[in-house]
């Protein structure tokens, strides 16, 4: 049989698309071929094709697809699809003939279609014997797969009760199974057109159905994960499906878990402690004080779905566990907010201990007992409640000849006298849930029981989401109590609480409190889809991330309410997803670009979405901009379209803002980036993103330069290689390297490079070698890597003379002042900067002067020249602060300019500097610049005699070290710990420290500054041998190219000896 979505070839037997999850057309029973949809007979064999197509008087009809969804197309959706068999239909079809066998089928389709009507399902075929349901489209609801459920075991239940002919009992199966489909796809033509649902799921649910027993339910892990706690159920392991590729877990549903309440069933699957309610919760317990001193009080909590309200009634509820209190629950559900007094009914049979397999007398008695318990006068009340419970048994029981109203009017008095005698004897705790779901009847007998409250030691507690209108508001003993989202903080905590304290990744953080805005289910549940994804993995007592970050997926849990608060706004659907496209704050003048209606109806639309609070308006026309109120909402609206349809949609944006916003395009073109990128048009995002990434260098926002370079980069990798393609991969490579390097990614950076090396050497780019080498030694310098460092700038240098560039000759120049710096040979250094500097002048390359200029100065100190090494650090962080170049003024006021007022006696002007230079480093995330800077505050802070704040700026500076690297400050941070330190231990712990890691390699000024302070320490605890210790370790290390600046402290200490 051939598919007629996919045109694969099928086995005559199967219901779906072994390839693609199609329903396929009916074929004969008899001899397999396939006949039109209408047929009532085989036109090849004549044999009757199926109840469903002989019928005379038809069956229920399947449900018509809604205009909107054929309006819209097809779209992605997260589905629950039910497929309903009778069972023995082969069987059936031999013991009656045609016309019989159509009546007893169509009674099988007749209940099942009340069934599956009565908990919201969509009926999408008759399949001759089976049904095909679908419970999530066209229209979502929050809770799909626990109404599959439902209705498949109310179908289960009710072909027991059925009999189409004397003496016959059907059976029935039924296969549920819930997952991603895309759904509206029409198919067929003419009279065969349908719109169909393409997936597995619909394979699953028929295979699923295949498995179970007669007058069974089985249901997918999916279905089973998103209801359980509201059923029982039996694990029937792992089974191999046809045209299913890996085995599926399936359950059978046994039956309704009568749990107390839906919270309670929902919490079934683990509860996290409650977070950030405390005000909250301390109101209640106010209210409850008031109400167990006589003065009944009423509370309503409101708020949105999943922020808590359940939660906090529960946490009160423990609050209580010990204290005498009586206590009823009234539960409201979305399933019988028509049932007259449903949560009244069920809370009386939970009081009585009434069964569901209970008779009439054994319920009849229960009452009796009860109100006898109480006192009371059961003549005034049976006649009343009874009717609630059972079928009157006797006159006793029986409802009295009264209007409607009046009997109604009773009973309300019968139920508040019980309650009256209940409070009487001790305060109660009366909590009402889910009262938007509330039933009219229920609702007025609220209202009567409020009235009553205020007298009676009553706490009455209620919970309903904002949309319902409360009507016993005012009232001076009524207070409703809306509840805001948790902060930050409250966020943050919730997540650390679901982890178990384990810390997640700073940045796996951050999305999921972005992206749950603070509603604790949704902070919850994205944390749990997190640690169960493999995202992360556990390390010691934290997670780390197990690849690169890719954006959360909504969890499977939240994806049918979310979609249900879209599919209550079909009519202006449409263009939620759109705005989605653009992003989660969107502008009504790019909308309006893009749409396809009218100004008018935009705005009205707009204002729809508004009103039902599925985004915010956050200024006036004509430049109104807007915001989805959740994140998650946005995400699924995104997410509901199709592929080609995003794609489509990016492209229009992108365009759009290129031509008629241009100002916006090229002020952000990482906006513009994004959109090419998802339209699936890498040619025209790389540059944008190469764009974005340069302006993100100009202001030293590194982090994001990186994330804009990457993107290029892969989408780079997906193009026809060519040289230009070359040409840019590899100075791509060498600006990412950049940002990295300032970020201290030093491996990921060298990484980077080894790519770049490759690729300029096969593309013979010179310069660009000159420059890989150059960025190369720059790493090599903060790992201590002297040698390397040496040999990678000596190789710029001479690739920068082969390309004749004055300023790759200049950088290399630079480079080797470094390496020189970095062996300690600060004469050579110095004059490998003067020639650099040199350079710059003569060809304007002033760019890169201040770091030159500032290193020319620095190494100054060293040769004792002090006023000439000020004059230039001073002029180089004067033109990076003009210049805007943050990195270069942090390094010239810091490491340099810091150093040398320091030794000039200028500890004010040091404090100011090297202040500055600790805020640049923070503000540019290089962390390891940071100790440099603490260590001359710390001595600065002694000297001003706050020797307190001196310690801990010390301290500080070792810790800072010991995360970023020890061999580029460690030992200078330990010396000048030594120096503040009054602790001998700690002194002695710290130069013991200091020696051993200079045994390893490290920066030059690690032994010089560890050299001056340990001798200073030594001299100061009259240390004579530890003094001619460290002042020939000095030696040693300055014997290629002796400095008079170590010199000079070398002579200062052994001169305070005695005998000199």
Known sequence: MKCPNCLAENATD?????????????????????????????????????????????????????????????????????FCDLAN??????????????????EFQKMCAAEIETFGGYIARYMGDGILVYFGYPTATENDPERSVRAGLRIAAGIAALEPRPGLRLHVRVGIATGSV??????????????????????????????????????????????????????????PLKGIAEPQQAWQAIGE????????????????????????????QNRWRQSVAGEGQVVILSGEAGVGKSRIVDGFRQDLVGVDHGFIYLACTPFHSNSALYPVIDCLERV????????????????????????LDASALTPYIGPLLFEPIDDRHAAPDENPEERKRRLFEALL???????????????????????????????????????????LLMASRPEYVVPWSGQPHVTTLALNRLGRSDSADLINRVTGGKALPAEVMEQIVLKTDGVPLFVEELTKTVLESGLVVEDGDQYRLDGPLTALAIPESLQDSLMARLDRLSPVKEVAQLASVIGRAFDEELLAAISFQSAAELRASLATLVDAEMIYQRSLPPTARYEFKHAMVQDVAYESLLKSTRQTFHKRVAETLESQFPAKAAAEPEI?????????????????????????????????AVNHLIKALDLLGGLDADAEAGADEVQMLIDLVSALRILDRYDEALSYLDRAEAAATAAGQIEQLSLIHYYRGNIYFPLGNIDGCLQEHSQAREFAHQAGSPEKEARALSGLGDAYYLRGQMITANKMFDECVTIIREHDLTVIEPVNLSMRGHTALYMDRIQEGLEDVGAAAERAAMSGNRRAEMVARGSCAGKLQFDNQDYAGAKKSCARALDLARQLGARRFEPINQVLLAKVALIEGNRAEAIRIAEEAVET???TGFNFAGPMALGALAVVTDDADVRARALLEGMQTLQQDCVSHCYLWFYRDALEVAVMDEDWPAVETYAKAAETYTEVEPLPWMDRFIAAARAAAPGH
């Open 14 to 82: 199967n219901k779906f698309c072994g390839q693609c999850g199609t329903p396929l057309p009916e074929g004969c029973p008899e001899c397999g071929a396939e006949n039109p949809d209408g047929n009532k007979f085989c036109g090849q064999c004549g044999t009757p094709l199926g109840i469903g197509d002989v019928a005379s008087s038809a069956p229920p009809a399947p449900s018509p697809p809604p205009s909107k969804a054929g309006e819209q197309g097809a779209e992605r959706r997260h589905l629950t699809v039910m």
């Open 89 to 106: 239909s082969t069987a059936l079809s031999e013991q009656f003939d045609p016309e019989d066998l159509k009546d007893v089928i169509s």
């Open 257 to 284: 878990n009568f749990a107390a309440s839906r919270f309670e069933a929902a919490s079934r699957r683990g509860l996290t402690p409650m977070v950030g309610r405390g005000e909250e919760i301390a109101l209640l």
């Open 672 to 704: 513009i980036g994004h959109h090419f990128t998802e339209a699936g048009m890498a040619g025209r995002a790389i540059p944008c993103w190469r764009e974005a990434a340069a302006r993100a260098l100009q202001t030293w926002a590194s982090l994001e």
């Open 417 to 459: 006298t019980i309650l009256a005698v209940q409070t009487g004897r001790r305060p109660l705790l009366m909590i009402a849930e889910d009262i938007h779901w509330v039933d009219p009847s229920t609702e007025e007998f609220l209202g009567a029981l409020i009235d009553r409250t205020r007298d009676l030691k009553l706490f």
């Open 961 to 963: 070290c010991r995360e």
């Open 182 to 239: 895309v759904a509206g796809e029409i198919i067929g033509e003419g009279a065969s057109e349908e719109h169909a649902v393409l997936g597995v799921t619909p394979n699953l649910a028929a295979r699923l159905q295949s498995l179970a027993p007669l007058d069974g339910v089985v249901i997918s892990d999916a279905t089973h994960r998103l209801s359980a706690g509201f059923f029982e159920f039996d694990d029937l392991g792992l089974h």
């Open 352 to 375: 009585l201990g009434i069964e569901k397999d209970d008779d009439a007398g054994t319920r009849a008695a229960k009452l009796d007992g009860f109100i006898s318990e109480l006192e």
